[in-house]
């Protein structure tokens, strides 16, 4: 059975720090891993995507790098904003049931 | 549509009755998802649609969950009897379905629908 893990489960930052999100899986048998940003009362909005056969995506300030055989990710987020604050869901597509798990999400905080 | 859209934003309900949540997924897209997020928890994994193929429904957690997608396109989520511990917000995703191996494909989410059973 897949299980998703993000360490840390919150994080509070200065402005301006840059800062990385761990994200962990147990099984490497993945389509994709996705990072998400969810905003209070909000659903999600996909950042970025990683297929299983590349390393990293990047956009802007973040860059997402994949794992797969030891089952890790790592979301980088370069001078951090207030803009920023919000839980970052990582989530990973398997091969064999073709459903999307996602993680517990790291709470961000920047601060000022 | 230009999103994928869910109804109501907001129910409230008493503890007994059914209730249906709907989600309409972005036009095109073959695969959809519902999710439930409890206060301050993850993303529980309820039920997936993909095109024709039998729904993967491992992760409702009773009989009183029931969901179904009309035309491939609109579903409908029912939970029956509603308990105290259903309140939740639900919510779904699509996605479209390019290739059989299905690397590329983005999830789409919607506001979800804030359920509190009284």
């Known amino acids: 059975k897949q299980e998703v893990t993000q360490i840390p489960a919150a994080l509070s930052v200065p402005e301006g720090e840059n800062l990385v999100l761990n994200c962990s899986f147990t099984?490497?048998?993945?389509?994709?891993l996705q990072w998400f940003r969810q905003d209070p009362g909000k659903g999600l909005t996909s950042l970025l995507l990683?297929?299983?056969?590349?390393r990293e995506q990047t956009s802007g300030r973040l860059n997402a790098s994949l794992d797969k055989s030891s089952g890790r990710s790592t979301l980088y987020i370069a001078a951090s904003q207030p803009g920023d604050s919000a839980t970052y869901l990582c989530?990973?597509?398997?091969?064999?049931?073709?459903?999307?798990?996602f993680g517990p999400g790291t709470s961000l905080s920047v601060i000022p | 549509g230009a999103g994928v859209s869910q109804s109501p934003s907001n129910k409230v309900t008493e503890k007994g009755k059914d209730v249906e949540l709907r989600c309409d997924p972005i036009?095109?897209?073959?695969?959809l998802y519902w999710y439930r997020q409890s206060l301050g928890q993850g993303l529980e994994f309820l039920i997936y649609?993909?095109?024709?193929?039998?729904?993967?429904k491992s992760g409702l957690p009773s009989d009183r969950f029931s969901a179904e997608r009309t035309g491939g396109s609109v579903s409908t989520l029912t939970i029956q009897r509603t308990q105290q511990e259903d309140s939740a917000v639900y919510l779904c995703?699509?996605?479209?379905?390019?290739?059989?191996?299905?690397?590329?494909?983005?999830?789409?989410f919607g506001s979800g629908t804030q359920l509190s059973v009284l």
């Open positions: 995703a699509s996605s479209l379905r390019v290739t059989a191996t299905a690397t590329n494909e983005k999830l789409f």
């Open positions: 099984d490497s048998a993945i389509y994709n």
């Open positions: 990683i297929q299983s056969s590349q």
């Open positions: 649609f993909q095109g024709n193929s039998a729904p993967d």
């Open positions: 036009s095109g897209h073959t695969a």
């Open positions: 989530a990973v597509k398997q091969t064999s049931y073709d459903k999307v798990i």
